[in-house]
């Protein structure tokens, strides 16, 4: 899995790449985040493992998989993460918004993880 996690980070859609300008190297509130991290045996798009929030970015084929998404999303929620999900075209087109909905979800969610300091 680790090497398609790397695929993955090397063909990164323009939304990714867009999103990732802004959460890369503590640009974003400070935190840390990862892109493409494998989670058990998915991968996801960003991760912030201090506040326990992924960010998933949904291009055109996520309509036609919306059950695998939610049996995925349900399963990273089992394992203590929010899971925000935002299709292309808003992030291309709203990115403002979207960094906004970040913000506010990090806002409310709990005192961060004491994991997030192991190096994981």
Known sequence: MPNNAKTLRTNQTEAE???WYH??????????FKRQKPMGRYIVDFVCLEHRLII????????????????????????????????????MQ???AVLEQIRC????????????????
């Open 17 to 19: 790449q867009r999103l």
């Open 23 to 32: 959460l890369r190297a503590h640009r974003f509130m400070g935190l840390k």
């Open 56 to 91: 998933e970015i949904d291009g055109g084929q996520h309509a036609e998989q919306v059950a695998y998404d939610q049996h995925r999303d349900t399963w990273l929620r089992s394992q203590g993460f929010t899971v925000l999900r935002f299709w292309n075209n808003k992030v």
């Open 94 to 96: 709203q990115l403002e």
């Open 105 to 120: 979800t990090i806002a409310l969610s709990p005192n961060p993880s004491p994991a997030s300091g192991r190096g994981e």
